[in-house]
């Protein structure tokens, strides 16, 4: 409910961000104003005795007052706009055709490329006003309608399709601005997106990102009944290394060792992240602790094969190498996913205290 004007300019705003629901406003704005200048329409024509046209716009009135429960009670939008685009077209035709009062109101028709383009975008947006033009053409100058349309001026006649058109210029340049925005606006908040899970430097999810895979599969494993399993991998004596060799160094391990992890054992279903520092974790669904403890030797053996040097190591390999603390669980409602983390951080320092480059349980 909104309580406030500030909870009513914030849904406003929902709308106007969200393009499929501005266009769903926007169409029952329409199909309600057209539904109430339709029956006016059929009133006016009933009291001047022009009975075809009675039928036309109530019958206009009926098929508006179908699309808006079509647009409000059901999921049948597209029906319901392109039954509003056909009723659009059929009641200008009738406007200019009947003139409205004293001709004037046929100026309402040069709204029709904004409103168009505003409701159905840049293609069928412009198929309607195109549609609307051929008619106004047909009207104004086939000497079929001489006789049946109002008495319009010779020069409005001749400059009223000359508006039209240049109203159908502006908004198709509105439109296609509109447009190009939002599709500038969508690929910058998909890159934000992206940027926003993705370490900048190991390219890996980062934490914030693994903390939310973490909680969906630790979800669909209690739903499944299936194990989770969890790498906590630590880069031995990295301090070290940074000091030694410098930072830039050490950046280059960081994403040696990131790769090595993803091209190791991370596939489908398998998530990687850089946890912080010179620690990373990877998520294996539906893996029990054997499956788990195999494929954390893979990496620990394909960071070792790498032999990235590290004179500051010590230990007598004078190589790179990492320590890795497996846990597995299997989720349930009276399980946290912190038990996870818990226990493969355990199992992480127990490996370091053990000597390091191993595997801990």
Known sequence: MLKSRKDFHDYFDRILADEKMRTHVLSLFVSVIL?????????????????????????????????????????????????????????????????????????????????????????????LSLAMLVVILIVLWSPLFSGLRYDYSRAFVSRFPIVYIACMFIGTSLEYERETSQR???????????????????????????????????????????????????????????????????????????????????????IAARWGGEEFSVLLPHDALEKAIEKAQKVRLAILAKAIPHEKSGSPLKKITVSIGVSTLIPSVTKSSRELLAQAD?????????????VAF
């Open 35 to 127: 539904f109430i200048l339709g029956l006016f329409m059929c009133i006016l024509n009933l009291f001047t005795g022009t009975l075809y046209l009675v039928f036309l716009t109530g019958g206009l009135a009926a098929v508006l007052a179908v699309i808006i429960f079509l647009l409000t009670h059901t999921e049948r939008e597209k029906t319901g706009l392109f039954l509003l685009s056909l009723s659009v077209l059929v009641l200008l035709s009738l406007l200019l055709i009947n003139g409205g009062l004293e001709g004037f109101s046929s100026i309402w028709i040069l709204i029709l490329p904004f409103t168009a383009f505003s409701l159905f975008g840049l293609k069928s947006g412009g198929g």
């Open 184 to 270: 500038l606006i969508r690929k910058s908040q998909s890159q934000l997106k992206q940027l926003s899970r993705i370490d900048e430097l190991t390219k890996l999810e980062n934490r914030r990102a693994f903390d939310k895979r973490l909680n969906e599969l630790w979800a669909e494993a209690v739903q499944q009944g299936q194990p989770l399993s969890l790498l906590m991998i630590d880069i031995d004596f990295f301090k070290a290394y940074n000091d030694y060799y410098g930072h830039l160094e050490g950046d280059l391990v960081l994403i040696n060792v990131a790769r090595i992890i993803s091209e190791t054992i991370v596939h489908d279903r398998e």
């Open 346 to 358: 355990k199992a992480l320092y127990r490996a370091k205290n053990e000597g390091r480059n191993r």
